[in-house]
């Protein structure tokens, strides 16, 4: 069941208010498919508890529900996380997904899980490093740490991107910035692929992702 709390006096009200009025723009912001890298890197783990950070509306935790995964998915913004429940109740997976609205730059999750997955966490108000940080730190021994992002070569051309390039990174960034090259960690994919992607109003482009996957070998 979706958290139907107050929002917690951790959440910045500038975040949440930022990306709540960016889901109330529009009755969907994304494509209500999960993201294509999450599906290749995560299919052929086994199922076993995923945390999903930034997870929007929720299409990325409901796939990796209906494969068997107990899934925390976590946002900032309470709009998108009451369609995500909604969507999760549609498909018959409302019972493996707890929903729950947090603010990155201040919460720390109270446990360790066996897929820590954040897809194209971009953060306005956050530098990446600290929400990818928490990300890595989450993973229990044994378990696999996926992070997605837009690469800043290969950028939406329908967003504000491009004026911002500091908030985006390449594969061989995160694993540096990261400590993946660490000897508890095995470094299992960065990758730089591309992809064909449709924007909000239909448009066409040819996207770049950056592609992260490791697993943790033993506690830090």
């Known amino acids: 069941m979706t958290e139907h709390n107050h929002p917690p006096k951790t959440i910045a009200a500038s975040a949440a208010d930022v990306w709540d009025e960016k889901y109330r723009s529009r009755s969907r912001i994304w494509s209500g ?18 945390l999903d950070l930034g997870c929007g509306e929720g299409a990325d935790a409901i796939w990796l529900a209906s494969r068997g995964w107990k899934v925390t998915a976590v946002d900032v913004s309470a709009v998108a996380l009451e369609r995500a429940h909604t969507h999760a109740q549609e498909r018959g997976q409302g019972g493996n997904i707890k929903w729950m609205r947090r603010d990155l730059a201040a919460w720390v999750p109270g446990e360790l899980f066996d897929l820590v997955t954040a897809q194209f966490l971009h953060s306005t108000v956050m530098p990446w490093q600290q929400a990818l940080q928490l990300a890595a730190a989450a993973v229990r021994t044994g378990g696999t740490l996926l992070i997605v992002g837009h690469h800043p070569e290969g950028l939406p051309p329908w967003g504000k991107h491009h004026h911002a390039p500091e908030k985006f990174y390449t594969a061989e960034q995160l694993a540096l910035e990261l400590g993946i090259e660490a000897p508890e960690w095995r470094l299992d994919v960065a990758d730089t692929r591309h992809r064909s992607a449709t924007g909000p109003d239909g448009e066409a482009a040819a996207l770049t992702d950056a592609v992260l996957r490791a697993t943790r070998l033993a506690a830090r």
């Open 33 to 50: 498919e999960p993201n294509p890298q999450l599906i290749a890197e995560a299919a052929p783990l086994p199922p076993g508890t995923a």
